[in-house]
């Protein structure tokens, strides 16, 4: 915007404000934009889970895992142990304390409905701490 001095001359001065009627009109196009979009991008997919009682712990210090092969047989630590022993070896390993958290490790070929029957084993034995472990960083489809 070009302003003319009073002084009587022709010398034009320029002006240095900032126009932000331009910036305000694209920020709100880009709200009105994000506004709409929100909502579309949640996603509710209708799944039909096992029922499970488990609860979110802390983590504990020193954990014992358990591990669910792809044909279904458990190993405590490195030891295969059978599910009518397991409530025994898991007295053993953690010493009757049921208030140390199990690490339950699954093959992936493993049905999400086998691991939940483990994750009832370990709750009816009492050990109502159980924790999932997967591979960090790992993307697989």
């Known amino acids: 915007m070009l302003v003319r001095n009073d002084q009587g001359g022709d010398d034009l001065s320029e002006s240095h404000e900032i126009n932000v009627t331009p910036f305000i009109d694209v920020m709100l196009v880009l709200l009105i934009i994000f506004m709409v979009a929100a909502p579309l991008a949640t996603v509710d997919v209708p799944v039909d889970l096992p029922s499970s009682t488990a609860t979110r712990q802390p983590r504990p210090d020193k954990p014992i895992f ?39 490790r699954a093959d992936k070929a493993v049905a999400y409905g086998d691991v939940m029957e483990v994750m009832n084993l370990l709750r009816g034995a009492g050990y109502l701490k159980v924790a999932l472990v997967g591979l960090e960083g790992a993307s697989e489809r």
Request: hydrophobic fraction near 45%; proline fraction near 0%; aromatic fraction near 2%.
């Open 66 to 104: 358990l591990t669910v092969k792809s044909d279904l047989s458990l190993a405590l630590g490195d030891e295969g142990v059978a599910r009518e022993t397991l409530a025994g070896a898991l007295e053993a390993a953690s010493g009757g304390d049921k208030e140390q958290r199990i690490f339950l």
